[in-house]
């Protein structure tokens, strides 16, 4: 079994993972390459989800490519900045991943956010495209910090917003 331990390996890929954004969430994973071998991913925890085009090292010394695979989207196209915060704020205050674009956003298939779209006078499209939503300013997900998990903290990650390494 391939093992993928590391990220940011360098060299030509020799195959690729293509995972949908809830497995490239994922720290632990078995699951199996473009070319059908058997592949573990362990990386460490608190790890940020993978992203189309990363590379990851196996312990063998293989660089394997992660590609972001085709996922039903809405793709909402908002005519003017102020419909793009609104969507964007109505979205975020349901904790739906959101991927923004120059003047769209993505968020998976979801009829009932496409009729609330609807009703907000924007125009939503489904598609199936990579999805790559915002990773958050925080880092390490949402936390309501709820009972025994009340000492839940994590370390704040502002000021790396977009792509990260």
């Keep these: 079994m391939l093992v993928l331990r590391s990220r940011g390996a360098d060299g030509v890929p020799?195959?690729?993972l293509v995972l949908d954004f809830e497995r490239r969430c994922k720290m632990r994973l078995l699951t199996r390459t473009a070319a059908g071998e058997e592949a573990g991913v362990m990386l460490p925890p608190g790890s940020?989800?993978?992203r189309h085009g990363e590379r990851l090292q196996s312990d063998d010394g293989r660089c394997v490519e992660v590609c972001a695979a085709d996922e039903a989207l809405l793709h909402v196209e908002?005519?003017?900045p102020r419909a793009l915060a609104c969507a964007a704020y109505h979205l975020?205050?349901?904790h739906v991943k959101v991927e923004v674009g120059d003047g769209w956003l993505r968020l998976a298939s979801d009829e009932v956010l496409a009729q609330m779209l609807g009703q907000m006078g924007l125009p939503v499209v489904r598609v199936d495209a990579a999805f790559q939503p915002e990773h958050g300013a925080y880092?390490?997900?949402h936390h309501h910090?709820?009972?025994k998990e009340s000492a839940f903290h994590y370390a704040p990650m502002l000021h790396l917003f977009g792509p990260q390494p």
């Design 139 to 141: 880092g390490g997900g």
């Design 78 to 80: 908002c005519p003017n």
């Design 92 to 94: 975020g205050n349901r």
């Design 145 to 147: 910090s709820h009972g």
């Design 48 to 50: 940020p989800p993978l």
């Design 14 to 16: 020799s195959d690729r």
